[in-house]
């Protein structure tokens, strides 16, 4: 990686108001709040209205970031959405942000790496800062995953929830040691029969069939899924600490995807971690996929976790298989 390092200059997140809870699907479905806890650890997840799907979910965000920290859309050079519930096929859904934000002088497109797709695009927006390329990155993770599950199938409807979170890249000074330190991205697409969406594309685009199959909502072989997600996403933590010369002492705090409980503290004994290290939200947003990490954060930053200097690792695993890791020495002050 080159001396110049992209930073996170800004950051803002959206969740949608309605709530839905573990007693509200007790009366949709075959299910039991004590059930979902146990195996999952949440409690609660926010639904997007009808009416609003994922652009307007980042917009939302990226509004919130306005807010915060006065960014001028006109400033952006380029936008990166990581969804697998994009508002349609085409355009893409960076290209309705960048209309809905008024960033005009940027270029983007979206990334389809489902629950990792965050930390892919972190990591893809830092390489267009190293190379000077552009200034300034708005990266968003977002889904509606409520708009792809299957409310009559209890494995996987008791999992999801909406949500949207941002981060500004932006290139750190020459004597700045803040940013993105390091990544590491992998991919395994044997992991294809496991956790996917039949219908919609161009093998089974939408008819009668399909639709009748539920070809159209998300399928997840849990266990299998389960049994990935916990070695790789703490091996791939480890190795980005490992080959930058740290160790779980090291870390101030770790984001790891929240998709389950029991995963997180797999992740948690494997890097020798305190509770205090970690963020863990589930229990309240569900898993929203992209959006994940990026909520994690926010909240974070908000309740005084991060402090400038502070290191930071992020780690999700999803669809594909696809799993990864970033380092990040934190750039914002509490």
Known sequence: MSN?????????????????????????????????????????????????????????????MQRRFDVDPATIDMIIVATISPDMFFPSTAALVQDGIGAKQAFGYDISAACSGFVYAVAI?????????????????????????????????????????????????????????DFILRMDGAGKEYLYMLGGGSLHPATHETINKKWHYV????????????????????????????????????IPHQANKRIIDSCIERLNLKPEQVVI????????????????????????????????????????????SLLIRWSLNG
């Open 4 to 64: 110049v390092r992209a930073k996170i200059t800004a950051l803002g997140m959206y969740v949608p108001a309605r709530i839905l809870n573990n007693y509200d699907l007790e009366k949709m479905v075959d299910t039991t709040d004590e059930w979902i806890r146990t195996r999952t650890g949440i409690f609660e997840r926010h639904i997007a209205a009808d009416d609003e799907a994922t652009a307007a979910m980042s917009i939302a965000a990226f509004k919130d």
């Open 125 to 181: 927006g830092a390489q267009f800062i190293q190379t000077g390329q552009c200034r300034k990155v708005l990266i968003c993770g977002a889904d509606k995953m409520s708009s792809i599950a299957d409310y009559t199938n209890r494995e996987t409807c008791v999992l999801f929830g909406d949500g949207a979170g941002a981060v500004l890249l932006e290139p750190a000074e020459p004597d700045d040691d803040s940013g993105l330190i």
């Open 219 to 254: 399928y997840q072989e849990g266990k299998t899924v389960f049994k990935f997600a916990v070695k790789h996403m703490a091996d791939v933590a480890l190795e980005v600490l490992e080959r930058n010369g740290f160790s779980g002492r090291d870390v101030k705090l770790f």
């Open 281 to 324: 939200n589930i229990d309240r947003y569900g898993n929203t996929t992209a959006a994940t990490i990026p909520i994690g954060l926010v909240e974070a930053y908000d309740a005084g976790r991060l402090q400038r200097g502070d290191l930071v690792v992020m780690a999700a695993f999803g669809a594909g298989f696809t799993w990864g």
